[in-house]
């Protein structure tokens, strides 16, 4: 009873975070302005250099401000996040075939935890390259969002790995 309690939680759990990046996907694949230009605003450091200019030119050699570079980066973000949502999707498939018997708990569990862990690291890494641009100055929201990912990711990680 116990070992069907963790998996039904697991198998919700996993399907939060699926559902919640396969909406944001659609969103960058849809409607890619929403996105793409907020994350060319932070490359280019553009509301850093209007609000703190001091702070600004100490680190202005950062700022990536070419249009085509910008446009891959974001273009590599919905790469990943798609990526990461497939695998959670399949970790998905791959626990409710274990809770109806049709497959193996590992293997269900293993996909998920895949996925779980990439998700934490789209996220991580939103916060390690938004670091580097100095995004706490003027993109506080951001910063918080993609912290409080990261935590959600890490403890869908403990979740499935605790077991």
Known sequence: MFETSVLIAQT?????????LATGVYDNIRYPE????????????????QEYPEEYARIA??????????????KLVV?????????L?????????AMIGTGSVETGRSLALLGATM?????????VVGNYFCYWFCHEGAQFTHYQMTLWGMAN???LAAV
Not at 12 to 20: D, L, Y
Not at 34 to 48: D, G
Not at 119 to 127: E, P, R
């Open 12 to 20: 919700v759990s996993i399907s939060a975070i699926a559902a919640w």
């Open 34 to 49: 929403n996105n793409e230009l907020y994350t060319a605003q932070v490359m280019s450091i553009e509301r850093m250099r």
């Open 61 to 74: 050699h950062r700022a990536i401000n070419t249009r085509s570079i910008q446009r891959a980066a974001f």
């Open 79 to 87: 790469i990943a996040e798609l990526l990461t949502c497939l695998v």
């Open 89 to 97: 999707f399949a970790g998905v498939l791959g626990l409710l075939m």
């Open 119 to 127: 998700f934490t690291g789209v996220w991580a890494g939103f916060l």
């Open 157 to 159: 990680i403990i979740l």
